[in-house]
T-cell receptor, first 115, second 110 residues
Framework: DAGVTQSPTHLIKTRGQQVTLRCSPK?????VSWYQQALGQGPQFIFQYYEEEERQRGNFPDRFSGHQFPNYSSELNVNALLLGDSALYLC??????????????FGPGTRLTVL | DAKTTQPTSMDCAEGRAANLPCNHSTISGNEYVYWYRQIHSQGPQYIIHGLKNNETNEMASLIITEDRKSSTLILPHATLRDTAVYYCIFYTGTASKLTFGTGTRLQVTL
C-alpha cells in the first residue's frame, strides 16, 4: 500500500515565477492538507482540501492556492515567488470521517528553493 | 492557536527510556494531545494521542496529568533511530489542522 507521495522531490525557481507541487494521498484517504516548513521551524499549516473544496486555511496570502481532484490527489500552486517561499512543502492525508481523522500521514515533501 | 511548551533539546542514552515533557496549560476539556516526530529530511510521523487517560501503543506511551495541563511521551527503550524532533500538539475534535511548535530535538547516543 503506497503511502503519501509528492512530486517533484526538489525544485529550483527564481523570484516572480510560479510553481505547482503535487500530492497523492494514502489509499483510502479523502482529505489533503498542505504545510510549509522553513529551515529550523515546525511545519506551518497552509490549507486543507476535502471533496474538492478548501475546507480550512492558515495565515498564508492568496498567492498560495490549491486544488483537489476527484481522485483525491491535490496540487499546491504558488504565484509570484518570493525568496521567503523557500521551504520544504509537506502534504498530509487523512480520512475525515474516521474516528481518528487527526492522524495525518505525511509525504516526504518537496524542497523548493527560490533564487 | 493552541500553544504548547517543550524543551528545545534532550539527550538520551541508547536502551534507556526517553521521557519528553510537554506543557499545555491552556488546553480545554475537548482537546486531544497528539505527538508526532520528524526524522531528518522526512515528513512528520504520527506517534500517539490521548484525551484524558494514559495511552500505550507499539511505539510509545503517553502520560497525561490529571489536570491535563501537561503530558509526557515515553519511548521505553530508545534507539539511535529514535533521534528526531518530537512535536506535542493539541486541538479540538472539530479542527483538522495541526499547529506545530518548534518541538524537542531528541538525540539518542551510544
Amino acid at each position: 500500500d503506497a503511502g503519501v507521495t509528492q512530486s517533484p522531490t526538489h525544485l529550483i525557481k527564481t523570484r516572480g515565477q510560479q510553481v505547482t507541487l503535487r500530492c497523492s494521498p494514502k489509499s483510502g484517504h479523502d482529505t489533503v492538507s498542505w504545510y510549509q516548513q522553513a529551515l529550523g521551524q515546525g511545519p506551518q499549516f497552509i490549507f486543507q482540501y476535502y471533496e474538492e473544496e478548501e475546507r480550512q486555511r492558515g495565515n498564508f496570502p492568496d498567492r498560495f492556492s490549491g486544488h483537489q481532484f476527484p481522485n483525491y490527489s491535490s496540487e499546491l500552486n504558488v504565484n509570484a515567488l518570493l525568496l521567503g517561499d523557500s521551504a520544504l512543502y509537506l502534504c498530509a492525508s487523512s480520512r475525515l470521517r474516521s474516528p481518528n481523522r487527526n492522524e495525518q500521514f505525511f509525504g516526504p515533501g518537496t524542497r523548493l528553493t527560490v533564487l | 492557536d493552541a500553544k504548547t511548551t517543550q524543551p528545545t533539546s534532550m539527550d538520551c542514552a541508547e536502551g534507556r527510556a526517553a521521557n519528553l515533557p510537554c506543557n499545555h496549560s491552556t488546553i480545554s476539556g475537548n482537546e486531544y494531545v497528539y505527538w508526532y516526530r520528524q526524522i531528518h529530511s522526512q515528513g512528520p510521523q504520527y506517534i500517539i494521542h490521548g484525551l484524558k487517560n494514559n495511552e500505550t501503543n507499539e511505539m510509545a506511551s503517553l502520560i497525561i496529568t490529571e489536570d491535563r495541563k501537561s503530558s509526557t511521551l515515553i519511548l521505553p527503550h530508545a534507539t539511535l533511530r529514535d533521534t528526531a524532533v518530537y512535536y506535542c500538539i493539541f486541538y479540538t475534535g472539530t479542527a483538522s489542522k495541526l499547529t506545530f511548535g518548534t518541538g524537542t530535538r531528541l538525540q539518542v547516543t551510544l
